[in-house]
């Protein structure tokens, strides 16, 4: 027969692994919502990317439209002028 020290001490090594189980599982508990908050801040900055990146190609649209449109007057009016034989220097 055993002795009660002996399954004193049996009790207590299970028990202290059971410890180490559950910190062992609440560690990775902890690593697996930290991973989650950091994915998740990643796709909510990737969602702010684009939406900024749509908008930037919105503005260069605008800003092409309106550089072609002034481009265009000013070839229409160097025409004008050069029909009124005007000379004019532009320096650049």
Do not use: P, Y
């Not at 062992?24 to 908050?37: D, F, K, Q």
Request: glycine share 4%.
């Amino acid at each position: 027969m055993m002795t009660n020290d002996s399954l004193t001490s049996k009790w207590r090594d299970k028990i202290m692994e059971g410890a180490e189980g559950l910190r062992t599982v609440e560690c990775l508990r902890g690593r697996l919502l930290a991973e989650r908050a950091a994915s998740k801040a990643a796709n909510d900055e990737s969602e702010q990317i684009t939406k900024k990146l749509i908008e930037l190609e919105k503005q260069l649209k605008m800003e092409i439209r309106s550089r072609n449109k002034a481009e265009k007057r000013l070839r229409f009016l160097m025409k004008k002028l050069d029909s009124l034989n005007i000379i004019i220097c532009f320096s650049r």
